[in-house]
């Protein structure tokens, strides 16, 4: 027991020694009792500065009541609220002032589909893809050039000259309602619509036959009938002989191609189309045609005169007099169709350049483009036919064609590139789509307009139809000295042009793009 207890009185020693005061050894005096600090072993004793004692906390509630009512608290409140309320006065009145200085956009016109992009049509189904199977799986294609709608036929059983056996119900190029079922369908999907030529006797000399009376009864029932099937408008050639010899008969076709049809569910869709064919060449004539016959677009041979005489003076003159007088949405422009045949050939020129040319022409002028199939190839008529086998490139072809093939491949695809980018520009942009037409420069050999809109940019289009190199000094209010080359057929031209002292090549067209100036 003692062992134990003086063991645990060593280990308390040793802690108590722990605690003792640190004193300062020898200080030299031989005193080694006298300390020099009060710290004990393991501790450290801080001393802090009054200053900093305490610290700020803030007021308490208490304090905040009685400050809050204060005299010099109230007024500061008052002051900061009426600096707020006159911040934000301020900033609305600048607002209103900004609103009402800013230009006011201008109401969009009234368009339709037909008004969107470019008409192609497809006369005989059988040359552009062998049956309307065939047509269904080009509709990609197509609206890759951004086509609006496709005018195909006549597609039904007329005999030449045989009224007995017209049968517009019918189709002459398949059994059936099926595939041509699918192409709408299928067209429909790429938001593109589909108008049949129902032209009676579209391979005879009278288009309706010499009993009028009977071919336009059978028409009505036609009408109703494709209708039905979802067919978005109808093309008719010659009907100016209707109109002129039995205006009440025309107004009954008239009503029935118009009239709005349901959907699947009942819904109210658009209205069908109604196309006029005319081979009037005259604009007053044309004129006074679209604006009593009611139909929805007319085509003429208006331009096909100008492009005849090649003069742009004639052509200014003719657009000049149907835009002055007419809704632009009711202006077609075409050269090539069915009867007259393709582009290419029409122009009577060799090469690409005078395709890019009209195709340049068709998209800029005010009013919607009508294109034959295979005219944004350059596709020309055989010695023997106006409807000459559509040709189509693969990849594969461009890697197995060479030599003369090859080229002219490669010529026929920079044609649709052309065809591609004003077709695309056209949907896009306002200027083009339905701007207004402002002259800028015309003479017998060569032409300049500008079409704007608004606050959108502006596209002026220049055309040199002589032999040789033009100058052209284009002036206007709401032209800048400089232009882009947005499509240009003359490879001399850079990609900003001086307005004023213009040189285009012989056979040229160029199409300018500049900003809204404001």
């Known amino acids: 027991m003692s062992t134990e207890v003086d063991l645990k009185d060593v280990e308390l020693n040793e802690v108590d ?40 906390t803030g007021l308490s509630k208490d304090e905040l009541i009685q400050v809050a009512g204060t005299p010099g608290w109230v007024r500061t409140r008052w002051a900061l609220l009426i600096l707020f309320w ?57 609206s890759q050039l951004k086509v609006k709608g496709l005018v195909v036929g006549p597609i039904h059983k007329a005999p030449t000259d045989d009224i007995a056996e017209l049968d517009l119900n019918s189709m002459a190029v398949s059994g059936d309602l099926v595939p041509f079922k699918a192409l709408l369908e299928a067209a429909h999907k790429k938001s593109m619509k589909v108008v049949l030529d ?46 002129s010899l039995n205006s009440t008969l025309w107004d009954d076709i008239r009503t029935i191609a118009l009239q709005p049809q349901e959907d699947k569910e009942g819904k109210e869709k658009e209205r069908s189309a109604l196309f006029g064919v005319t081979e009037k060449t005259s604009a007053e004539e044309v004129g006074t045609l679209l604006n009593s016959s009611g139909v929805d677009l007319l085509l003429s041979g208006v331009l096909r005169a100008a492009n005849t005489n090649q003069s742009g003076q004639l052509l200014a003159d003719a657009v000049e007099k149907l835009y002055g007088t007419l809704n632009q949405t009711k202006l077609a422009w075409g050269i090539s169709d069915r009867e007259q045949g393709h582009l290419a050939t029409l122009l009577g020129s060799s090469g690409s350049g ?12 005010p009013g919607t483009p009508i294109f034959n199939y295979g005219d944004e190839i350059g596709l020309e008529d055989t010695a023997s036919s106006k409807s000459p086998k559509m040709v189509w490139y693969s990849d594969e072809d461009a890697e197995k064609l060479n030599g003369t093939d090859k080229a002219e491949m490669e010529e026929r695809l920079s044609v649709r590139k052309v065809f591609k980018a004003l077709s695309e520009l056209r949907s896009k942009e306002r200027s083009l789509l339905h701007g207004d037409y402002i002259p800028l420069a015309s003479s017998g050999s060569t032409l300049a307009y500008l079409r704007s809109w608004d606050q959108s940019d502006r596209y002026t289009a220049v055309f040199n139809w002589g032999p040789d190199e033009a100058t052209f000094n284009l002036k206007h209010e709401q032209l800048p000295p400089q232009a882009k080359v947005c499509v240009s057929t003359d490879s001399t031209l850079s990609d900003m042009v001086d307005l004023q002292g213009l040189k285009l090549a012989a056979g040229q067209a160029v199409l300018l793009k500049t900003p809204y100036l404001g």
């Not at 005078?354 to 002028?365: A, D, E, G, I």
Request: proline residues 6%.
């Open 86 to 142: 006159l911040g934000w006065l301020g900033m609305l009145a600048g607002a209103i002032g900004i609103i009402i200085q800013a230009p006011r956009c201008k109401p969009l016109p009234e368009m339709n589909w037909w008004n969107q992009g470019p008409m192609y049509e497809i006369g005989d189904v059988a040359a552009f893809s062998n049956d309307l199977e065939g047509l269904k799986g080009k509709v990609d294609s197509l």
């Open 17 to 56: 020694q722990e605690k003792q005061p640190m004193t300062g050894g020898d200080t030299g005096n031989g005193d080694a009792s006298s300390p020099t600090v009060t710290e004990k072993n393991g501790m450290v004793s801080l001393t802090i500065p009054k200053d900093q004692e305490s610290k700020f």
């Open 198 to 243: 129902l032209t009676p006797n579209y391979q005879g000399q009278q288009r309706w036959f010499d009993n009028l009376m009977g071919a336009a009864e059978k028409l009505k029932v036609a009408l109703v009938h494709w209708q039905k099937q979802g067919v978005d408008g109808f093309k008719l050639s010659g009907f100016e002989r209707v109109f």
């Open 354 to 365: 005078p395709v890019k040319f009209y195709q340049t022409l068709l998209f800029t002028l």
